[in-house]
């Protein structure tokens, strides 16, 4: 049995369970890991068997849905039972880990997901070697033995049902007692069956090893009929609802509960993650595959370019498409979208079934009443219930056509609005809890605004505002607005904080027609985003700075593809200037009409324009390869790169560090990655989970200018940091300021005293340096030993240590 990744992210006491679930599995398995009859004589063809066993018994799942959650029962306790009394457990926990691992892998599972099932399988084979010595069972050769079996079993299965349980709970999902009932005997019947089969296996063993080979087709018709008796209970299920939902759509009184009920069972019947009714002659008209009229399945793995370009323009992962009729013409589609389930994608049946839904829907419906709620859908957004973009539109028109020429900066104007921070939230709890902080931030924005206002939501966490004539100034609006939606949100038990950037455009003053005032709204947005102001009023510079920060864009991206980024090297030593200990490796552009283009300036460029993780790859290059240009000379001195915040949240960092590493010659040990104090504050479970796929390979990590953002000793003891780096405003103040000196020597006792070293940068001068030699400091860096190093100057300045590390200063 198996629970699905949550869509919420993985919270910190889930991780914590996941690791007592493993350590108390390695240790039960450890403890009690001998053969309970002596090794097997067939042990090897034995594990062969249990692997087989585990695989198949992987790949014939039954799927049990338990609220927005989903349990996978299999036919496991076969190669369980038979496991545990003939195998030495240690190998018995390798088979089951190495076939999960390997369903898993094939089938793409989410790393949360498959890190709580790895754990928890863990964990029953060391409470099953546990039970094993406790009742005792030798042998299962008599009655007596067999009932013990199936009680070791059962305990088994429940102890993880109500783990699997408590990991629902502590994901934030309320489970009632029928649903605990349901976690608990979901998986019995399977069990029973299981354990039946494992006896008869011992029995046929005990006798002769050739019995395996039909112990093994046994078991495999018997795990896929398992398998076609979930997908028959899934179909009872599906026909149970189907009439559940005639007979509500029968009882419905208004056209809003007609559409409210199809879009809910069909999301609900389907496992998707959205169901949606389309109007084919809206303007503009919906995104539609081009495939004509006919219903149609879009699998993630469809190899039909049409429906992959349609795929890769929605954002959708899979989607079913049936047509709607009306007296023999289609005016419309319901569409489902994004099949929560993982392990499955869309298939005929599933398309069968929406279309049954669909034609109950034709049958009940009256005349006009779907077209009215198509059309009142066509300019409303279905998660907010604000207008959309082509109701807002019409709204802007309308009020342009009214007010020719007469329209003041006293008068209306265009509030454009756009969500900071967001995307972090999305990536990292999931797409359920950025949609309940976009209906959050709909209903704010709805009571911030003066009333007359007219509230729409663009797409994505894009808003817009047209505010009523004569009413407030619109830069004061905006930012009340702004400081209203910076107030923490309360979403399912967590606080989240996401600011807004506001660009104001004035009605007559700033465009006369719909499109320029929302183009000259969009330019002043991101003027105060890109100025970190929050709120702008449009300026025409602003459109002359666009655009130059498009051209630049645009040179970055070719210079990162021409090499015309290298990497400057700033050593860092002890603070007698002996041995050498590291180099950080420091971007610079070589642009070739700006000149020497220093990081503040194309860094902030690089994370806009989604061109952070080319850069980031071509420092990591960069530094490595000058790293192993000195191995042969100085083999223990390092290099360090800086990671940016949005990275963390990469799931290919980890992969792609380890490759670069693969293909240079630089031990792992000799790389740093520093990240800032703030990459921990968006979601700390995530970037643990990074800095331990990082620390797993090898590397060295550093909280980069340690002291100015996050600061709390907890995440010091929970993170896998081997350095800490003294920001460098309290090492250029500590000379002359009290207490910027006895915070310096406060972090480095603290650095110490938890294990770490301390970089101290910013080290300019004699005097610095001798305090910090004083504090116990054990690298510094700064112009006292050397400023930023290019390519070209680096050797000459190497060469120039002919004795080596040792005359550094």
Known sequence: MRVSAPKDGVARLFTLLCWVLALVGLTLTATTANHPNGAHQHETVLLLGILVAYLVADSSQIHVNVRQHVLSVALTDLPLVVGLLLLDHRWLLAARLLSAGAVFVLQRRAI????????????????????????????????????????MVLVVGSVVALVIGLAI????????????????????????????????????????????????VLFVVAAF??????????????????????????AAQTTDDVVTTLRERARALLRAESAVLLRLDDDPPPLLPDVGDAALIVARDTRDPRLRAWLSATGFKDALVVPLHDQGRVFGVLQV????????????????????????????????????????????????????????????????????????????????????????????????????????VAERITELVPVGSVVARLGGDEFAVLLPDGGEDGVEV????????????????????????????????????????????????????????????????????????????????????SGQVEMHLQPQSHPSGQPLGSFEALARWNHPTRGLVMPDDFIPLAEQTGLIN????????GALTACASWQSRWPDVGVAVNLSPRQLLDPEL????????????????????????????????????????????????????????????????????????IDKSFVLAMTTDDSARAIVR????????????????????????????????????????????????????????????AVLG
């Open 478 to 561: 905006a930012r009340a607005v702004r400081a209203g939606l910076s107030q923490p949100y309360l979403v399912q038990s967590t606080h989240l904080e996401v600011g807004a950037s506001i660009g104001v455009a004035v009605l007559g003053e700033d465009g006369e027609d719909a499109s320029t005032v929302l183009q000259h709204a969009d330019v002043a947005m991101y003027a105060a985003k890109r100025l970190a102001q929050g709120v702008a009023r449009y300026a025409a510079e602003d459109d002359r700075s666009s655009v130059d920060q498009l051209a630049m864009a645009g040179d970055l991206r070719r210079g990162l593809e």
């Open 112 to 151: 949360s997901k498959s890190a709580f099932n790895l754990c928890l399988f863990t964990a029953e084979i060391g409470l099953g070697s546990l039970l094993l010595d406790l009742l005792p069972i030798t042998d299962a050769a008599t009655p007596g033995q067999w009932v013990a079996t199936y009680l």
């Open 337 to 440: 979208s994004n099949r929560t389930d993982q392990t499955s994608t869309f298939g005929f049946e599933d398309l069968r079934l929406l279309q049954t839904l669909a034609a109950h829907a034709e049958l009940i419906w009256d005349k006009g009443k779907l077209v009215d709620q198509l059309r009142f859908d066509a300019h409303h957004d279905s998660l907010t219930g604000l207008g959309n973009r082509t109701h807002f539109r019409l709204a802007l028109d309308g009020r342009l056509a009214a007010h020719v020429g007469s329209v003041t900066a006293a008068g209306a104007a265009v509030l454009l609005l756009d969500l900071d921070r967001f995307k972090e939230v999305n990536d990292t709890l999931g797409h359920p809890v950025g949609d309940h902080l976009l209906r959050r």
């Open 225 to 250: 009929s398992h398998r076609a008796y979930g997908r028959l209970l899934r179909r009872h299920t599906d026909l149970g609802q189907l009439f559940g939902f005639t007979q509500t759509v029968g």
């Open 614 to 621: 080319q850069l980031t790859y071509v420092a990591l290059r």
């Open 654 to 725: 980890p992969p792609a560090v380890a490759a670069l590493l693969q293909q240079h010659p630089v031990a792992p040990r000799l790389l740093t990655l520093e990240i800032t104090e703030g990459s921990l504050l968006v979601d700390s479970t995530a970037a643990a989970g990074a800095l331990a796929q990082l620390r797993g390979l090898g590397v060295r990590l550093s909280i980069d200018d340690f002291g100015t953002g996050y600061s709390a000793l907890a995440y010091l003891q929970r993170l896998p940091i081997d350095e800490l780096k």
């Open 169 to 216: 709970r502590l994901l934030g999902t309320h489970l009632a007692a029928r649903d605990l009932v349901v976690l608990l005997v979901s998986g019995w019947g399977s069990a029973l069956l299981g354990t039946t089969l494992a006896l008869i296996a011992l029995l046929v063993l005990g006798t002769s090893i050739a019995g395996l080979a039909l112990l093994t």
């Open 746 to 805: 406060a972090i480095i006792d603290l650095a110490h005293t938890l294990g770490l070293s301390v970089v101290a940068e910013g080290v300019e001068d004699e005097a610095a340096r001798a305090l910090l030699a004083g504090f116990g400091c054990d690298l510094v860096q700064g112009y006292w030993l050397s400023p930023p190093l290019s390519p070209q100057a680096l050797p000459d300045w190497l060469r120039q240590r002919q004795s080596g590390p």
